[in-house]
């Protein structure tokens, strides 16, 4: 059965950390792109950050830059979202998706997607 699962969400304080995860089981994660979207009541869903399969390139969306990594380990079919320096408009629901091709994340489209963490940034 095919599972991408993220946890790692929470409620944090401003500034605080998180790093979140996603799991996936079923199918080869070595060989497709992760992606982590975040969407928050009201408002679009936005691309936070993806990394190809050979986890050589990585993308950031300007709002995070800085302050979020992305990273993976093939070895475990894990993928992660490290969260610093965390502001209010950081609080989303974030899902991970994957797919063979960067490109198609990047397009918000993919093979699999989780069922997304809450995380919460408020003092």
């Known amino acids: 059965q095919v599972q991408l699962v993220e946890s790692g969400g929470g409620s944090v304080q401003p500034g605080g950390s998180l790093r979140l995860s996603c799991s996936a089981s079923?199918?080869?994660?070595?060989?497709?792109?992760i992606g982590w979207f975040r969407q928050a009541p009201g408002k679009e869903r936005e691309g936070v950050s993806c990394?190809?399969?050979?986890?050589?390139?990585?993308f950031y969306a300007d709002s995070v830059k800085g302050r979020f990594t992305i990273s993976r380990d093939n070895a475990k079919s894990m993928g992660y979202l490290q969260m610093n320096r965390r502001t209010p408009d950081d609080s989303a629901v974030y899902s991970c998706?994957?797919?063979?091709?960067?490109?198609?994340?990047?397009?918000?489209?993919?093979?699999?997607w989780g069922q997304g963490t809450q995380v919460t940034v408020s003092s």
């Open positions: 079923g199918f080869a994660l070595s060989n497709k792109a």
């Open positions: 990394i190809n399969s050979g986890a050589g390139d990585t």
């Open positions: 998706m994957v797919d063979p091709a960067s490109s198609s994340i990047a397009a918000g489209r993919g093979d699999y």
